[in-house]
C-alpha cells in the first residue's frame, strides 16, 4: 500500500540518504497514526540487516547517539536540530519470568521483517512503513483490521506473555473507536490471573492514556468487563448491576449510566478543547461520579410506587475515588483536582445564592464550577432516551459564577497575614485564627472590601484589634 506522512525532515533525510539503511522502516504507532489521518510525532525506526556498531556509525554522522541498552538493541541518535529518535534492531522476546522484566531478549539483524513484527501486540501496530519507497508492509491483516475497525492480537501464543497489553487493548479501542476480536477478548479473559504481575505505575499510565485519549470511552470499559478483568478494579465493578429509578435514569444501572455518560462528555466540544491534563480529570470524575451509589441505593416505596434512591452517594463516590485512584498511584495533583468534582456533582440542584457560590468556587479549588459544569452536563447527558439538555438549575449556577468571576477562579482572601504583621500583630496562632474566621466570614457575604474586612475585625476581635504599639526609639540617646 503506498502512504506519504509527514516524516520529520532530518529523519527523512537519514534514511533516504545512506545507502546501508535500506533495510530501514518506520514501524509502530506512526504507521498506524498516518493511516488513521493522526497526528504523530512517534517516530521510531527498525533497522534489518545491520550489525548495531555498523548502525552506530552511520547515525553518529547526523548527530549525538546514546545505546539505551545493547542487549534491547535501541540507539538514540539525537540530531543537530535538537529532535531525538530511537532505531532498533529486529529482536526475539522470550518470556522467562513475571512482570515486564521477565523476558529474554535475542537481537537478531538477520531477521526478516515478517518475523520480526510476530513480537508485536496487535495488529494495528505491526505495519511496516518504506520511505524510500513510500510502501507500507504488512504481514499480519493490520490494514485489513484498520479498514474495518477491529483490534486483534498478533499472535495468540506469545500474547499472554506480556499481561499489560489486556490494558493497553482497553486504551486502543476506547482511543480509536474500536471493536475487539473474539479471540482477542478470550485471549485477555484467559489471561485473567495475571493481572498482580503488573507495576502500579505501568496500570496507571494506560488509564491515563484512555482518560486523555478517548474518543469512546465506554468500548474500552465493556472491554474489561467482557473480559472480565473489570473486577481488578472493584470500586467500577460494584456499579454493575446497581439499580436506578427508571423515571430518572431509563437507560439502566449504574454502570450503564457512567458508560452513557463518558460517552457524551467526551462528544463535548468544550472538553475536546482542554489540554491533555484537563481532558484526563474531567472523564476520571465522570467514570468514578456514581461510585458510591453500590453502598447507599436502597429501595423504597412512596404512595404505593416502587423507588430507588441513593441518599449520601456524592460523598461516598468521593471516598471510592479517593481510593481507586490512591490504588493506581495517580499524581497528588490529579487526585485534588478529581475528588472535589465527584463530592460537589449534584450542587446544581440546590438554589444558587452568592454565598453558595463563594463558597463552592473555594471548596473545588485548583477545580473550576466551571470544570464541574462539565461533569454536571455529562451526568444529565447520559441518560437516554432522555433529551439532552443542560438542566436549568446547571444554567443558573454558572451563570451566577460567571458574573461573580468565580467560574473559572477561586475567591482570594481579602485579609492576608503580611496585612495584619504589618500593623503590628505578632504572627502565631492568634493570627492564624483571625486570617482563618476573616475568610469564612468573606465566603458567608459579611464584607466585600479591605476596608470592610478590617471594620469586621475591629469588631470580632475588639481585644486583639488594637495591637500594642512596638516602642519607638530614643533618638536621644545615639
Not at 73 to 101: A, M
Not at 319 to 344: C, Y
Not at 354 to 360: E, I, K, Y
Request: proline share 6%; with cysteine; aromatic share 8%.
Amino acid at each position: 500500500m503506498n502512504l506519504n506522512p509527514r516524516i520529520s525532515r532530518p529523519l527523512l533525510e537519514i534514511l533516504t540518504s545512506e545507502a546501508q539503511l535500506g533495510g530501514a522502516f518506520v514501524v509502530g504507532g506512526f504507521v498506524r497514526d498516518a493511516l488513521m489521518e493522526e497526528v504523530s510525532k512517534d517516530f521510531d525506526v527498525e533497522v534489518f540487516g545491520l550489525s548495531l556498531e555498523a548502525l552506530i556509525q552511520v547515525l553518529k554522522r547526523y548527530g549525538t547517539v546514546s545505546l539505551v541498552g545493547k542487549s534491547f538493541g535501541v540507539i538514540k541518535v539525537t540530531v543537530r536540530s535538537g529532535e531525538t529518535y530511537d532505531f532498533s534492531l529486529p529482536r526475539r522476546d522470550s518470556k522467562v519470568g513475571k512482570g515486564h522484566r521477565g523476558f529474554a531478549i535475542t537481537v537478531d539483524p538477520s531477521m526478516s521483517p515478517a518475523d520480526a513484527v510476530t513480537r508485536r501486540d496487535f495488529t494495528l501496530n505491526a505495519l511496516l512503513y518504506d520511505p524510500r519507497r513510500q510502501l507500507v508492509f504488512d504481514y499480519c491483516g493490520g490494514l485489513d483490521d484498520l479498514e474495518a475497525k477491529v483490534l486483534r492480537e498478533v499472535d495468540r501464543r506469545t500474547f499472554g506473555d506480556d499481561p499489560l497489553r489486556v490494558l493497553r487493548a482497553m486504551q486502543f479501542i476506547a482511543r480509536f473507536d474500536l471493536s475487539p476480536s473474539v479471540s482477542l477478548v478470550a485471549c485477555a479473559r484467559s489471561m485473567q490471573g495475571d493481572y498482580q504481575e503488573l507495576a502500579r505505575e505501568r496500570v496507571c499510565e494506560e488509564w491515563m492514556k484512555w482518560a486523555a485519549t478517548s474518543r469512546r470511552p465506554s468500548a474500552g470499559l465493556a472491554f474489561l468487563r467482557a473480559t472480565r478483568w473489570l473486577s481488578h478494579f472493584p470500586v467500577i465493578q460494584s456499579i454493575v448491576g446497581v439499580e436506578q429509578d427508571p423515571e430518572w435514569h431509563p437507560e439502566g444501572d449504574v454502570f450503564e449510566h457512567t458508560l452513557h455518560c463518558c460517552d457524551a462528555l467526551v462528544q463535548l466540544p468544550q472538553w475536546r478543547g482542554l489540554g491533555r491534563e484537563d481532558r484526563m480529570v474531567s472523564l476520571l470524575a465522570v467514570l468514578l461520579h456514581d461510585v458510591g451509589k453500590a453502598s447507599t441505593s436502597v429501595v423504597t416505596h412512596i404512595e404505593g410506587r416502587r423507588r430507588i434512591t441513593s441518599h449520601g452517594h456524592e460523598r461516598a463516590s468521593a471516598e471510592g475515588t479517593e481510593g481507586f485512584l490512591k490504588d493506581l498511584g495517580m499524581s497528588q495533583s490529579v487526585q485534588r483536582r478529581v475528588i472535589p468534582l465527584v463530592a460537589n456533582h449534584m450542587v446544581h440542584f440546590e438554589t444558587p445564592t452568592p454565598r453558595a457560590v463563594r463558597r463552592l468556587a473555594s471548596r473545588l479549588a485548583p477545580e473550576t464550577i466551571e470544570g464541574l459544569g462539565l461533569v454536571m452536563t455529562a451526568d444529565s447527558f447520559g441518560r437516554p432516551p432522555k433529551p439532552k439538555k443542560v438542566p436549568e438549575s446547571l444554567a443558573r449556577l454558572l451563570a451566577m459564577a460567571r458574573d461573580m468571576a468565580l467560574a473559572v477562579d477561586k475567591p482570594s482572601p481579602l485579609m492576608r497575614g503580611r496585612d495584619l504583621v504589618a500593623r503590628g500583630y505578632p504572627p502565631g496562632k492568634t493570627l492564624g485564627r483571625m486570617l482563618d474566621q476573616a475568610f469564612e466570614a468573606q465566603l458567608d457575604g459579611a464584607f466585600s472590601t479591605r476596608e470592610g474586612a478590617w471594620e469586621w475585625l475591629r469588631r470580632r476581635f475588639p481585644r486583639e484589634a488594637s495591637p500594642p504599639r512596638t516602642p519607638s526609639p530614643d533618638l536621644g540617646n545615639r
